[in-house]
């Protein structure tokens, strides 16, 4: 983060000395309005995402008793395709506390044949409400489910 910040400033800095070079002081005022809302717009967009992260919840594995693909599909853009698939699990988390129910998830298309009777894979329930189960997504790809081993 340190290393960051001071090359950061040291692009700056460098900007500062070229716009001063070539007499373009004028410009300067240009340069700081996007040097400052450029980072403050990446900040928010960020900070707005990790609000709305579908990983929140405690942590348990789920195991599939029965699947079934919903009557439609998901689209976005020619590569990402996605299956709705309806699921009944079996829901076991660290205390060894087990209960069925019911979930509808977004399965990626690389991902929708593995969804078969049986596969176990992790997802995040709500403490007060334990019928509500989502499947917990890859921090390094949120279109990936992470299935266990």
Not at 74 to 102: H, I
Request: hydrophobic share 50%.
């Amino acid at each position: 983060m340190k290393k960051t910040i001071l090359t950061l400033l040291i692009l700056i800095a460098l900007s500062f000395f070229v716009l001063a070079y070539f007499n373009m002081l004028k410009g300067i005022y240009i340069f700081c309005a996007i040097m400052v809302f450029i980072p403050l717009i990446i900040f928010l967009f960020l900070r707005r995402i990790g609000k709305n992260a579908s990983n929140k919840g405690v942590p348990a594995v789920a195991t599939i008793l029965k699947c079934d693909v919903a009557n439609f599909t998901m689209s976005s853009g020619m590569a990402s395709k996605s299956f709705v698939l309806k699921m009944e699990v079996s829901v076991t988390n660290e205390k060894g506390e087990t209960w069925q129910t019911k979930m509808v998830e977004h399965i990626p298309n690389f991902q929708a044949a593995a969804f078969q009777p049986g596969l176990k894979f992790k997802v995040m329930y709500d403490e007060n409400n334990r019928n509500k189960v989502k499947a917990f997504r890859s921090i390094i790809d949120s279109n990936t489910i992470e299935i266990v081993v």
